[in-house]
C-alpha cells in the first residue's frame, strides 16, 4: 500500500531477548543487516501485518512474543535514489513505519528464517539495543534512531536510554 506521498505502509519489529539483545539479521546476497520489516497487506491490520512479518521473516509465532508496544505515529524514511523503480506505479520513493517492540518469550532455537517461500535473512545473531545504529545502512539510521528512542522505555530496565548525542553515530 503506497500512499498519496508514495511512502509504502510497512511494519518493523525489534524482537528483544531476556538479556535485552535485539535480533540482527543479514538480507540474503547481501552485507546488509537489519531488524525484521515488512509491507502491509491492503486486507490487514497493522498487528497481523507484523505478526505475518515475525513469521515470515523469524519463524516466530504470537505464543513465542509478548508485545511490549509500538510507536505512536508513521516514522518515514526515503529511499536512495538508485533504488526508486521510477518504472512502477504507483512510484514508491520510501517507507512509513510502525515500530514494534517484542520480548521473546521463548528460547533461540525456535528462529527459523526459512519459513516464507522467498526468505528474507540467511544469517542472525544478537546485538546491543543500540548498536544497530552503527551496523544499519545509512538511509534507515535517521527512523531506527526515532524508532529506537521512542520504544526504549517501554523496554522498562531492559534497556538504558543513553543521554542526547552519548557517541550515538549522528
Request: charged residues 25%.
Amino acid at each position: 500500500m503506497i500512499d498519496a506521498q508514495g511512502f509504502r505502509a510497512n511494519v518493523g519489529i525489534v524482537l528483544l531477548n531476556a538479556q535485552g539483545q535485539v535480533f540482527w539479521g543479514r538480507r540474503i546476497g547481501m552485507s546488509a543487516w537489519q531488524f525484521p520489516q515488512g509491507g502491509v497487506n491492503p486486507d490487514e491490520s497493522l498487528d497481523q501485518a507484523m505478526f505475518r512479518e515475525l513469521w515470515e521473516e523469524v519463524g516466530l509465532g504470537p505464543a513465542d512474543v509478548e508485545v511490549i508496544g509500538c510507536t505512536r505515529r508513521w516514522l518515514r524514511y526515503r529511499l536512495p535514489k538508485r533504488f526508486i523503480r521510477h518504472d512502477q506505479q504507483p512510484l514508491c520513493i520510501g517507507q512509513k513505519q510502525r515500530w514494534y517492540i517484542l520480548r521473546l518469550l521463548t528460547t533461540d532455537d525456535r528462529v527459523d528464517l526459512r519459513c516464507a517461500p522467498e526468505p528474507e535473512f540467511d544469517r542472525w545473531r544478537w546485538i546491543g539495543y543500540w548498536d544497530s545504529l552503527r551496523y544499519v545502512v545509512p538511509f534507515k539510521r535517521g527512523v531506527y534512531e526515532r524508532a529506537l528512542h521512542e520504544l526504549a522505555p517501554l523496554a522498562g530496565h531492559m534497556v538504558v536510554v543513553p543521554a542526547p548525542n552519548a557517541g550515538l553515530p549522528v
